[in-house]
């Protein structure tokens, strides 16, 4: 059981680059949601699933795009990069969603991007 | 609009020196306030929620509690190990935790 796990760990861009983050839960979870976390504002919600084929936007979701084909798969992708992208982002999964008990979010180790 | 502040954004204690962490939120309707520990260069380690005003958890040298303007995070007689960045959540429904900017603990022996 490896719990959520993402792919890459790290990664170097140049300005205008695309590149696609995965995530992948083993936990048979409903919900994923894809955050990043910069120095002093906490992590801030970008886009989120409430099931297989579903997405939503959450509080950043400008200049990154999601999908998920697959119920154990959220894929996050940016399309023109741009150095204010640069950020450690993180995956997590839950069965039901924050405000229903069993809603704790289990999270990833992280990507760690950089955007020159 | 919904908000989460903490305080302090870093502390420093001595193996043993119990203190506490603190939550602060402003939300129309809580949902639920979850409380995290996040360690260097890993993700988020959920260790609580609490639902209501007045609710309280424990877990080995951790206690939260509730009221309705804010959490605590109460550290008894910590060690080095409970060293980590501590984060605080809100959830106002819509499928959306709002994290607050965490707390850096530092326990030194």
């Known amino acids: 059981n490896a719990g959520v796990t993402q792919t890459p760990k790290f990664r170097v861009l140049k300005t205008g680059q695309s590149m696609t983050l995965l995530c992948a839960q083993d936990m048979n979870h409903e919900y994923m949601y894809w955050y990043r976390q910069d120095p002093g504002m906490g992590l801030r919600l970008i886009h989120y699933s409430v099931g297989e084929g579903t997405t939503a936007k959450g509080e950043v979701p400008d200049g990154y795009n999601v999908s998920r084909l697959k119920k154990q798969n959220f894929l996050l992708g940016l399309e023109s990069a741009a150095p204010s992208q640069t950020s450690v982002y993180f995956c997590?999964?839950?069965?039901?969603?924050?405000?229903?008990?069993?809603?704790?979010?289990?999270f990833g180790p992280g990507t760690r991007l950089t955007v020159l | 609009e919904d908000q989460v502040t903490q305080s302090p954004e870093a502390l420093r204690l001595q193996e043993g020196e119990s203190s506490s962490l603190n939550c602060s939120y402003t939300v129309s309707g809580l949902r639920g306030l979850f409380w995290y520990r996040q360690d260097p260069g890993k993700g988020p380690e959920f260790l609580f929620t609490?639902?209501?005003a007045g609710e309280e958890k424990e877990k080995e040298r951790l206690k939260a509690t509730l009221t309705k303007k804010e959490s605590f995070l109460h550290i008894t007689a910590p060690k080095p190990e409970d060293s980590a960045t501590y984060l605080c959540?809100?959830?106002?429904?819509?499928?959306?935790?709002?994290f607050g900017a965490g707390t850096r603990l530092a326990v030194h022996p």
């Open positions: 997590a999964s839950s069965y039901h969603p924050p405000d229903r008990g069993g809603n704790e979010q289990f």
């Open positions: 609490l639902y209501s």
């Open positions: 959540a809100l959830s106002g429904g819509y499928n959306k935790l709002i």
